[in-house]
């Protein structure tokens, strides 16, 4: 895995998801759905790259999350990261290649981090005036729903970067770097 191309891309994602673009019914964070960029970005890293590398990718990607919806450093960092470790645990078992694959754990995957990033807001009590758990985790299946439709796509064009990224779907479960 090369590090380099995954903060180039962590940066375009990062941009992606500021400017909400592809936002449902227009660019208001506040009407959903929205493309969750940085989760999806996690996420298939979490499908392709090393076993060792895939977490610390989630963890970064969660700590720009965080950074970015000027919440608290690892209400969305945490909960990103169990969910990738998770998929990091199931991905040998899956077809990673197929789009309905990929659009079903992309739809789970947002879901449960949607459900720990409420849980996470609820313990803290570190939720938006006028939110609540409800809404802020139906935000976030809006967000899961419309996410999957898009994931393919954007699996599609990164799997076209498997040269600049460093690894393949179709490599050892782990990778040593030289």
Known sequence: ??????????????????????????????????????????????????????????????????????????????PLALVCLGVVKIRLSLFREHFISQALVSFLAVLAFGLLSAMTHLATGSFASGSSFVSHFGSYAGNAVYSSFVAPGIFWILFHLQGILGFSSHGPRTRLHP
């Open 1 to 78: 895995m090369r590090w380099i191309t995954f903060f180039i891309l962590l940066y375009l994602f990062a941009a992606l998801q500021a400017s909400h673009l592809g936002a449902v019914p227009n660019r208001d964070p506040a009407n959903w759905p929205c493309i969750e960029y940085l989760p999806l970005l996690a996420v298939f890293y979490a499908l392709y790259a090393a076993e060792t590398s895939a977490p610390l990718c989630a963890l970064i990607c969660g700590v720009v999350y965080d950074l970015q919806t000027f919440e608290f450093v690892g209400i969305s960092t945490v």
